[in-house]
């Protein structure tokens, strides 16, 4: 069977044809629980304030291509230790993409626990790297034994830490995070992708291990739609990467509108705040659900196990009532049974929690 010279399927590199996109649901007008963003609008002043900005904003010129300003005031509320530089990103994913392409050689390995985010598999394979992923313990903490042992064995160019970890929402112990730190011939980059959510963070620790990067974005903390990530570390790491990066990868719209977001800091940090609150009401009612087990979350969600079988069609009920949440279930292995629901305003967690209960009884 020879495939039309001219086809896709002549050129398309074969692992590239063996993936399947990333499917995003269209949340149409339900209760969006499932994407770990911050349900909270702006004041309508502060609308208007941002809009003058906006108005400024010269959309014939290309961007300030190191987009200076924004990184001096990224550095300043992610309290980067000074001597270290940042790269920013179109969305922390733009990021990994980044840093898999500075590495990317036939047969280098990039390594995560699992189950993790998926598009560190997903980036690695776009590059042409191999991706090793090693499971995590019963409680979804680091086995650092196993994780030591293939650090060891395969030689990893990259590890990826979710820190705290999606979809589990665990934080891994710091120390464990440490071994692996000091044990990785290659590069270590801690995920902070939910730090707003935790006291725990290696930012401060920058500079200690020559090979320890952190990723941040602003997505998780309020800003999604602006898709903004940051990577700080070394400069010798960093200037490497920063090759790589497309020259204006951050538009002109999105650097005045975090620049701007990131003045009223106090105004997320409070959202944050209360979110961090509503979590842990979320998970007490979620822990008195007959056949419902939440696991222990330092981020915006929480993901739970359902009563073997059911999680699909619990999800389903969910949709059918309005509520949109993440189904984990077809990711198999650890995940079999498993929904997670990001933390929403206390009104849609309620709605959620109802939700879920009318269908668990029936
Ligand atoms: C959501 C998420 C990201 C992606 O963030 P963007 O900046 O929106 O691209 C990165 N890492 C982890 C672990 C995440 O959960």
New binding site residues.
């Given amino acids: 069977m020879s495939a039309d010279p001219r086809s896709p399927l002549s050129w398309v590199r074969p692992e590239i044809q063996a993936l399947t996109a990333y499917h995003v649901p269209d949340p149409g007008n339900m209760i969006k629980l499932d994407a ?1 963003e911050n349900p909270y609008r702006w004041p309508e002043p502060l609308i208007d304030e941002w809009l003058d900005v906006l108005r400024q904003v010269e959309l014939n010129r290309y961007p300030d291509p190191s987009a200076r300003s924004l990184t001096e005031r990224l550095k300043q509320v992610m309290q980067v230790p000074a001597g270290m530089q940042l790269v920013l ?1 179109n ?4 990021l ?1 993409q980044m840093l898999a392409l500075a590495v990317a050689e036939r047969g280098r390995v990039i390594m995560a626990p699992d189950p ?2 998926v ?1 560190y598999r997903m980036i690695a394979e776009f590059a042409g790297l191999q991706y090793a992923s090693l499971p995590l313990a019963n409680d979804f903490s680091l086995d650092v034994e196993t994780m030591l042992a293939a650090i060891e064995a395969q030689q990893p160019a990259i590890i990826f830490l ?1 820190y705290p ?2 979809p589990t929402g665990t934080l891994f112990e710091s120390d464990a995070v440490e071994a692996v730190i000091r044990a990785a011939p290659g590069l270590v980059v801690v ?1 902070e ?2 730090a707003p959510f935790t006291d725990a963070t290696f930012m401060s620790r920058l500079g200690e291990f020559s090979n320890l990067l952190v ?1 941040r ?4 903390m309020g800003l ?1 739609g602006l ?3 940051l990577l700080a570390g070394p400069s010798e790491w960093l200037g490497e990467i920063d090759k790589v990066r497309l020259p204006y990868n951050i538009n002109v719209l999105t650097q005045a509108s975090a620049l701007f977001a990131l003045q009223h800091q106090d105004m997320l940090d409070k959202q944050t705040a209360q979110i961090r609150l509503d979590r842990a009401e979320l998970y007490a009612a979620l822990e008195t659900l007959d056949g419902i087990e939440p696991y222990p979350s330092e981020a915006n969600f929480i993901l739970f196990k359902t009563p073997a079988g059911q999680a699909d069609a619990l999800f389903e009920a969910l949709k059918a009532d309005g509520v949109l949440i993440k189904n984990l279930n077809p990711a198999g292995g650890r995940l079999k049974d498993c929904l997670r629901v990001t933390v929403g305003t206390p009104d849609e967690n309620g709605a959620f929690l109802a939700a879920l209960r009318k269908a668990l009884v029936s």
């Fill in positions: 770990m990103g969305g922390s994913d733009e990994i993790t985010f598009m979710a970890n999606n995920d992708a939910y990723l974005t602003v997505s998780k999604a898709r903004l990530g």
